[in-house]
Every structure is written in structure tokens, then in C-alpha cells.
């Protein structure tokens, strides 16, 4: 079963857009890194954000595109996995939805 309580869907819908932003800010300040140091090596560095985008793309559909209470486990695992979450924000979750994903994440190790 991969669905979650519904006070934990209700929070995720809740923090969502936070999340976003700080996803997206940590792929700005990836992309800031590689624009500053561009000089003599400007194509590479063109090809390096190119594979870049497309990396953090599949990164934000996985934590985001079309969360639903069936898959909503498993964007909870790419937040806490992506290091999206806060600690404060992870904790709010029910302490079974966050021992589901500690269990998977040690799966995945």
C-alpha cells in the first residue's frame, strides 16, 4: 500500500509549494555555480547545464508531478532522499509515514 493518512496527504498539499521553491532554489544555485565559471570553457559548461536541467527535471517530476494518495508515498521518499525536507518539516509528518520512508530509504542503500 502506498498511500499515507490522510492528515499526511493533507500536509504534503499543504507544504508543496514551499517544497517547490526550495527544489527549484537549489537547482538556481547549481545553475549559478556553472554560469560563474564558464569563462575559456564556455561550450562545455553550455553542455554541462544542458545535462544538468535535464537531471533536476527528472528530480522535480519525480517529487512533484501529479502527486495523488497512491503515489504520494514515493514523492515523500524523493523529498526526504533530494534533501528537500527540513527536519521540522519532516517530523510533522505521522511518525508511520516516516518510518515507511526510512524503511524504503534503507532499501535503496
Known amino acids: 500500500m502506498s498511500s499515507v493518512p490522510e492528515k499526511d496527504w493533507k500536509l504534503f498539499r499543504k507544504l508543496q509549494s514551499d517544497l517547490t521553491a526550495k527544489a527549484c532554489e537549489l537547482i538556481f544555485v547549481k ?3 556553472l554560469a560563474k565559471n564558464r569563462e575559456g570553457i564556455e561550450h562545455k559548461s553550455y553542455l554541462d547545464l ?3 536541467i ?3 527535471d527528472a528530480k522535480i517530476a519525480e517529487m512533484f508531478n501529479n502527486p495523488t494518495r497512491n503515489n504520494i508515498l514515493l514523492k515523500l521518499v524523493s523529498l526526504k532522499s533530494y534533501g528537500i525536507f527540513t527536519e521540522e518539516q519532516f ?3 505521522s511518525q508511520e509515514t516516516q518510518d515507511r520512508i526510512a524503511s524504503i530509504l534503507e532499501l535503496r542503500c
Open 54 to 56: 535535464q537531471t533536476e
Open 91 to 93: 517530523q510533522m509528518f
Open 31 to 33: 545553475v549559478d555555480a
Open 50 to 52: 544542458y545535462d544538468l
